[in-house]
């Protein structure tokens, strides 16, 4: 199993116990930091930076999130109301299918709407048309398939054979572009410049011709921008060469990379025994508070690990057999009571937790790293597992 990358960073100093627990606990230091870092490579390549809600949605964060992009982009009708509401700039949406009630108040909402294929733009065509003769103002996007893999993981492959997302752009056709103002392209999955480059060198040749009548170029999302080996130099010559042979906007949609290195998980030990090994159970869920870690799979680096020390499965509170976290190893084997962390949790887990078994959800916390002001921002309660059922 892959293991996301993260470092402990300011984390290694933050006192757990200040918290209670279950816990996500978000640096707003670090978010400002990678933030600081998309606005330079948008400022410096003249894209546009919107945040992907769908990886980190923390809207607490949206006054900051506004001072650094330019806005946000939404999976459906529902975070499209939560960007008006919360955040600032421009409004992107896309999803690979609507419905016809939602879609009237998507466009009402959004600055650009995105569909997935021709046939989808032709039999919403009256919508649209009823949209702008009540005075609303958007463009209209059309999602490509490359049809070109990067992705490491074939769940996580935008372009895998069967894919549902993007019409294949094999099949494209200069008609299809027909009252087309740009194209969303995203066939990443948290990953470097490289993917990128070679995904777009064999894409612009399918294009030729075909972009005279487009004002823009979205190449979604997926980016780890922030990472620190990131070539961001050759990202900004990309997107200005894009930009300039094809007199586009250029638009990039990164979201873990907001979140990336920024939160932590935090848990407390509920008890241990020896089955074999020694396990330890915690009130973290891997089923219900990181999926990733079953649906990835992938191991998440637990906060002050050691390398050679007392190996210990720690798994979730859950009846699942299969709610195991992972083995880590201890200095010394944790006791009933003693607080763990798991890193680089703001992004995705945050906006995957669910109430399975009714176990109940971390609470979410903001502490600046720089400051060391903490605010508990959310707690949930028995009613937020009642009220979702009936």
Same mark, same amino acid.
């Given at each position: 199993m892959e293991t996301k990358a993260a470092g402990p960073g300011a984390f290694a100093r933050f006192d757990l116990s200040r918290v209670p627990s279950p816990c996500f606990v978000v640096d707003?230091?670090?978010?400002? #930091?990678n933030l600081a870092v998309l606005q330079d490579v948008g400022d410096r390549s003249g894209a546009k930076v919107l945040l992907a809600l769908k990886a980190f949605s923390m809207w607490s964060l949206g006054d900051l999130v506004g001072d650094y992009l330019d806005g946000t982009c939404a999976s459906g009708l529902w975070e499209a109301r939560l960007a008006r509401e919360h955040y600032h700039g421009h409004l992107t949406t896309y999803s690979p299918a609507y419905r016809r009630a939602d879609l009237p108040e998507i466009l009402r909402l959004s600055d650009s709407v995105i569909f997935n294929a021709p046939d989808q733009m032709a039999r919403f065509a009256d919508l649209i048309a009823e949209?702008? !003769? !009540? @005075?609303?103002?958007? %463009?209209? @996007?059309?999602?490509?398939?490359?049809? =070109? #893999?990067?992705?490491?993981?074939a769940k996580y492959d935008p372009c895998q054979t069967g894919s549902r997302l993007g019409f294949p752009v094999s099949q494209l056709k200069p008609e =299809?572009?027909? +009252?087309? %103002? @740009?194209?969303?392209? =995203?066939?990443? &999955?948290?990953q470097g410049f490289e993917p990128l480059e070679r995904i777009w060198a064999s894409l612009e040749p399918k294009l030729a011709g075909m972009t005279g009548g487009l004002t823009w170029l979205n190449l979604g999302g997926g980016h780890h921008i922030t990472r620190a080996d990131y070539r961001r130099d050759d990202l900004v010559a990309l997107v200005r060469g894009i930009s300039e042979r094809h007199g586009v906007q250029v638009y990039l949609e990164p979201g873990e990379a907001i979140a990336l290195d920024a939160g932590i998980l935090v848990g407390e030990i509920l008890d241990t025994f020896d089955n074999g090994m020694a396990v330890a159970i915690s009130d973290l869920s891997a089923t219900c508070h990181m999926p990733d870690v079953i649906e990835a799979p992938y191991r998440p680096a637990l906060l002050g690990e050691v390398a050679d020390g007392v190996t210990v499965r720690i @798994? +979730?509170?859950? &009846?699942l057999a299969g709610d195991i976290i992972g083995d880590y190893g201890f200095a010394a084997a944790p006791q009933p009571g003693d607080r763990i962390a798991f890193l680089d949790q703001a992004h995705y887990s945050m906006v995957k937790t669910n109430t399975f078994n009714g176990v109940p959800l971390p609470a979410i916390a903001l502490w600046d790293s720089e400051t060391d002001a903490l605010r508990l921002v959310r707690e949930f309660d028995y009613t937020d597992f009642r009220d979702r059922l009936s």
């Open positions: 707003a230091a670090a978010v400002r #930091s949209a702008r !003769a !009540a @005075g609303e103002v958007f %463009d209209i @996007g059309l999602r490509l398939n490359p049809e =070109h #893999s990067e992705a490491e993981v =299809h572009l027909e +009252g087309v %103002d @740009g194209l969303h392209i =995203h066939a990443l &999955c948290e @798994g +979730g509170p859950s &009846c």
